[in-house]
C-alpha cells in the first residue's frame, strides 16, 4: 500500500487509526521551557525523518574519534546564572537631547536641552537624567525614574535592540533625540551584530548662547569707510533701471508682461513697475512691487519662526538682492514670480562697467510678447499750417503746440542768411513767359529753420512785388509726414536748386554776411558750398570791400580769456536747466568705447555742436576745472558736477 502512488483511486483509509491528536512541541531544559522537534505524528504515527536537533547534528559532524587515547572525556555542562547576575551593574548609556518650546519670551523660542539615558541590561529598564546647567533657570536632575518604558500600545517595551545613534525615541510623548553614546556601548551593540550609526552634536542653546555671550569680553569693530551716510551722499538719486518680462504662460490664461525694475543704490531697495499700454485692457496700477529691500529666499526661515503672526526682519534673513544679482539673460524668483531681465539702460550699464568690468550689454530677445495694437495711421497732410502742428492734431485729442529747441534760438536769435534766386521750370513744367527773369530774395532764419521768400518790386513787370512766401519750414520733396526731412542752411549754395512747394528756384547769389558765418562755422558746412560762396561773393566789389585788407586776426584784451570760459560754463548750465537727461546722454554719445572717460577731443565736438568757442586755451582751462587728471580725462561724475555746479 506504500509503494502505490498517491493517485484518485490509490489512496485508502486505515480503519486501524483511531487518534488524531497532536504531539507535544513544549519540554523543559534546566527548569526552562523550550521548543522541541515532535516525536510523533499526528495521531502517534512513526514519523521518517531525522528528529535530532540542530546542535546534536553539529556535533555528529564535528565528532572526531580518537584511535589512541578513545574518545576524550566531555566538559561538565556550565552552571546556570540568572539574568540579574549576568547583567548585573552593566549600563548602556546614550547622549542626546529634546527641544522645549517657550511660550510669551521675547528673548528665546525654544531650549535645547541635553539629557543623558540609561539602559540597564539587568531588567531592561532606562532612566533619563538631565545634567546640571549652570544659570540655565529651570530645574534639572532626574527627569524619568528607572523603570520599563511601554513601547507602544499594543505592551511592548523599549529594547536596547530598538536604540541607535541618530534616532528618536518618544518616551511618554516627549521626543529625544539620540546624538553619541560611550564606548562600553558601542563594543557591546557591535558584539550583538548591530551597526552603530555615526556620532552627532548636540545643537548650541540658542538662549545660553545668548547669556554668554553678554558677559564675555567685549569686542568692537571699527566702522567701515562705506557708512550709510557716505552711500547717502555719494549713491542717492543714482537708480539701475532694467527692463524684464514676467512669463506666467505656464498657469491658465497667463501671458508674457513687460515690466521695468528700479534698484536704488541709496538703500538697496527694489521696486517693480508694470508697463502699460494702450487698451490693454488692465486696471492703471502702475506698482506690482512696492520698494523694499527683497530676500533671495524669503522661505528660507528657522522652523520655530511664528510667521503666522509676525513679520520677517533682518534677524531671520540675512541674504537680500543685490546688484550682483542682476545679469542680462538672467531669471530672477522674486516672490514667486519668474522675471528675465533683457535690457538696461546707460547709466545701468555703465555703472557696471565701472564697478564691476562687465563689457558685453547685448539685449535678449524676448519671444512671446502680447501682441501689439495696430499701428495709428497718420493723416495725409492738408498743407494748413504746418507739419508738426498738423501732427500734433493727430496725437492727441487735445493739440499741444510742438517743442521748441529753445537753446538753439537763444544761440541763433536775430541770424538770417540771405540768398538770391532765380524762378525755374519744373521737371516736366514749361515755365511762362511772365516768370522768367524773376528775382527773389530766400531769408534763412538760423533761429527755427523757417523760410522766407521775397520779390523785389519791378516796374512795369506786370507783377506785384513783396512777400512771396509767408515765414515756414519747408521740407524736402519726398519726405513722409512721419520723418520729414526740412531744409537745412547747408543745402544753400550757389547753384543749388531748391523746390518750394512745387516751385523750382535756383540759387544765384549770397549775401556778404553768409560767407563770414560758413567762415566761423566751417566744421557745420561742406566744402563744396564754401568755396562756391567764396567765388562768387569774393569776386563783387562790395564783399572786398568788406574784406579789405584781408582776414582780420583779433587780438585778446585782459579778460576775454576768462569771459570765453563763464560763457562756456553758462551755456552748459542752460543746457542742464533744460534736460538733465541730457548731460548724461552727451556723455555716452561720445564715450562710445564704454571706457568711462571723455577728453579734450570730444569736449571740443561737444563745444563745436552747442556753438562755443573752441579755442585751445580756454578748452585746457575748462578741463582743468573740471577734472585734475593729468591726462585730461573727465568721468561722468566729474561731468555732472562741473555742470551742474556752475
Not at 526682519?313 to 537680500?320: A, G, L, N, V
Not at 564691476?356 to 512671446?368: A, C, M, Y
Not at 553758462?570 to 564715450?591: C, G, P
Not at 580756454?618 to 580725462?633: A, D, Y
Amino acid at each position: 500500500m506504500e509503494g502505490l502512488p498517491f493517485l484518485p483511486g490509490n489512496s485508502f483509509r486505515d480503519p486501524t487509526q483511531m487518534k488524531y491528536h497532536v504531539s507535544q512541541t513544549l519540554g523543559y531544559k534546566n527548569g526552562y521551557a523550550v521548543q522541541k522537534r515532535p516525536e510523533r505524528g499526528i495521531g502517534g504515527s512513526q514519523l521518517f525523518y531525522n528528529n535530532l536537533s540542530e546542535g546534536e547534528l553539529d556535533d555528529l559532524a564535528n565528532f572526531n574519534p580518537t584511535l589512541t587515547y578513545g574518545q576524550a572525556k566531555q566538559a561538565p555542562p556550565a552552571a546556570f546564572i540568572p539574568a540579574h547576575v549576568a547583567w548585573d551593574k552593566k549600563v548602556l548609556k546614550f547622549n542626546g537631547y529634546f527641544k522645549q518650546t517657550v511660550h510669551e519670551s521675547p528673548d528665546e523660542y525654544y531650549r535645547v536641552r541635553p539629557v543623558d539615558i540609561y539602559y540597564y541590561l539587568e531588567d531592561d529598564s532606562i532612566a533619563v537624567i538631565e545634567p546640571h546647567v549652570e544659570n540655565s533657570g529651570m530645574p534639572q536632575g532626574k527627569l524619568l525614574k528607572r523603570q520599563r518604558l511601554p513601547k507602544n500600545d499594543q505592551g511592548d517595551t523599549w529594547h536596547w535592540k530598538d536604540i541607535n545613534l541618530g534616532i528618536n525615541v518618544v518616551f511618554y510623548g516627549k521626543t529625544f533625540h539620540i546624538t553619541n553614546c560611550d564606548k562600553f556601548t558601542k563594543d557591546f551593540l557591535e558584539s550583538e551584530g548591530i551597526q552603530v550609526n555615526e556620532a552627532e552634536y548636540i545643537p548650541t542653546d540658542p538662549y545660553i548662547q545668548k547669556r554668554a555671550d553678554a558677559v564675555s569680553l567685549r569686542t568692537y569693530t571699527t566702522q567701515s569707510a562705506f557708512d550709510k551716510l557716505k552711500q547717502f551722499k555719494e549713491l542717492d538719486r543714482k537708480v539701475l533701471r532694467f527692463y524684464c518680462v514676467w512669463d506666467d504662460r505656464d498657469n491658465m490664461y497667463g501671458e508674457m508682461r513687460p515690466f521695468v525694475l528700479h534698484y536704488y543704490l541709496v538703500d538697496d531697495t527694489l521696486e517693480i513697475r508694470e508697463v502699460h499700454s494702450a487698451n490693454d485692457g488692465r486696471d492703471p496700477f502702475p506698482v506690482l512691487i512696492g520698494r523694499h529691500k527683497v530676500p533671495k529666499d524669503r522661505f528660507n526661515v528657522p522652523p520655530s519662526f511664528p510667521a503666522a503672526v509676525m513679520e520677517l526682519s533682518d534677524q531671520e534673513i540675512k541674504e537680500y538682492l543685490t546688484p550682483k544679482d542682476f545679469q542680462l539673460g538672467k531669471t530672477l524668483q522674486i516672490y514667486g514670480r519668474r522675471f528675465l531681465l533683457y535690457d538696461c539702460d546707460n547709466f545701468t550699464k555703465g555703472f557696471y562697467y565701472n564697478h564691476f568690468g562687465i563689457t558685453n550689454f547685448e539685449p535678449v530677445e524676448v519671444k512671446g510678447l502680447a501682441k501689439k495694437l495696430p499701428k495709428m495711421e497718420i493723416a495725409e497732410y492738408n498743407n494748413f499750417g504746418s507739419i508738426e502742428d498738423s501732427l500734433q492734431s493727430c496725437n492727441s485729442l487735445i493739440p499741444q503746440p510742438p517743442k521748441k529747441d529753445f537753446i538753439k534760438m537763444l544761440e541763433n536769435d536775430h541770424k538770417e542768411l540771405r540768398f538770391e534766386a532765380m524762378m525755374m521750370p519744373g521737371c516736366k513744367d514749361t515755365m511762362r513767359p511772365e516768370d522768367r527773369g524773376r528775382r527773389f530774395i530766400i531769408s534763412y532764419r538760423l533761429a527755427d529753420d523757417m523760410i522766407t521768400i521775397y520779390e523785389p518790386p519791378v516796374r512795369n513787370s506786370g507783377i506785384i512785388g513783396g512777400k512771396f512766401l509767408e515765414r515756414t519750414r519747408v521740407a524736402k520733396p519726398g519726405s513722409t509726414m512721419e520723418k520729414p526731412t526740412y531744409y537745412g542752411p547747408q543745402d544753400f549754395y550757389i547753384g543749388a536748386i531748391i523746390e518750394i512747394f512745387r516751385h523750382r528756384f535756383v540759387i544765384t547769389n549770397a549775401d556778404a554776411y553768409v560767407l563770414n558765418y560758413i567762415e566761423d562755422h566751417k566744421s557745420q558746412f561742406p566744402e563744396q558750398m564754401y568755396q562756391s560762396i567764396k567765388e562768387k561773393v569774393g569776386s563783387g566789389p562790395e564783399p572786398k570791400e568788406a574784406i579789405k585788407g584781408g582776414p582780420m586776426k583779433v587780438q585778446r584784451r585782459p579778460g576775454d580769456l576768462e569771459g570765453m570760459v563763464h560763457q562756456v560754463r553758462s551755456q552748459l548750465k542752460k543746457l542742464a536747466i533744460t534736460d538733465k537727461s541730457r548731460i548724461d546722454e552727451m556723455f555716452l554719445r561720445y564715450n562710445s568705447d564704454r571706457t568711462g572717460f571723455i577728453d579734450l577731443s570730444n569736449l571740443r565736438d561737444i563745444c563745436k555742436r552747442l556753438q562755443l568757442p573752441i579755442d585751445q586755451d580756454v578748452l585746457e582751462i575748462v578741463i582743468r576745472q573740471i577734472t585734475e587728471n593729468p591726462e585730461g580725462h573727465i568721468s561722468l561724475e566729474e561731468w555732472r558736477e562741473f555742470i551742474e555746479s556752475t
